[in-house]
């Protein structure tokens, strides 16, 4: 069954460090995602992508995050200059294109980020 | 803005119990979508509702949808203790690419 794969599923950083996300979501899919969960708390929304653009962004999506679709499979979330409080999971997901079954999304297993 | 709320956000059971799991959302939806979520994991998709009335089950778990409640439930069946896990909703405004709202998630535990 296909799956949205992520890497790493752990990375530690320093404050201020890059970070780079990478997922692989399910290949027909068009639409993807990156949301977080710190911990305990709900899961977030941070962006939406579709068809090399940002669809949609949330308040927390500021100037440190961006996303790419460097070829044509894989989809990252960078963080340029990390914080403390961008600890988190971080969790991508990919849904099919409108006309599929639903509209539903489907999760990787996260990447927990840890910053100190 | 779309709130999702969850209630409760605690649920301790005994096996065999049934229980029902409540979801309100603010605004005017109908699509709304239950995951299962076990300790370090990721979201497990259980029941994706589509219009009003929409009902699903699987196993011992239910799902329904009231639109024009705005209000969702999750029922649990003589629940065993392979159900102990974190349920949240979540909602979307429209058709593919649209953000989800999740609550807050409700945390059971399943008692033997």
């Known amino acids: 069954e296909p799956e949205v794969t992520q890497t790493p599923s752990h990375q530690v950083t320093q404050m201020g460090q890059e970070v780079i996300l990478r997922c692989v979501p399910i290949s027909n899919h068009l639409y993807f995602y990156w949301y977080r969960q710190i911990l305990g708390q709900k899961v977030e929304f941070l962006v939406s992508?579709?068809?090399?653009?940002?669809?949609?962004k949330s308040e927390i999506f500021d100037d440190q995050f961006s996303v790419e679709r460097p070829d044509g499979s894989n989809f990252t979330l960078k963080i340029r200059s990390t914080k403390l409080e961008d600890s988190a999971m971080y969790f991508c997901a990919s849904s099919g294109h409108s006309g599929l079954i639903a509209y539903e999304q489907y999760f990787g297993p996260g990447t927990r980020l840890t910053v100190t | 803005e779309l709130k999702v709320e969850q209630n409760p956000l605690f649920l301790s059971m005994q096996e065999g119990k049934n229980y029902t799991i409540y979801c309100n959302y603010s605004?005017?939806?109908?699509?709304l979508y239950w995951y299962r979520q076990d300790p370090g994991k990721s979201l497990e998709s259980l029941f994706v509702l589509l219009s009003n009335g929409a009902v699903k089950q699987e196993g011992r778990l239910m799902a329904s949808l009231d639109t024009k409640a705005r209000l969702s439930t999750l029922h649990i069946t003589a629940a065993v203790h392979d159900l102990s896990a974190t349920y949240f909703c979540?909602?979307?405004?429209?058709?593919?690419?649209?953000?989800?709202?999740f609550g807050e998630g409700t945390q059971l535990t399943v008692n033997p």
């Open positions: 979540a909602v979307d405004l429209r058709a593919s690419g649209s953000r989800l709202t």
């Open positions: 605004t005017t939806s109908d699509r």
């Open positions: 992508f579709y068809n090399n653009e940002i669809s949609e």
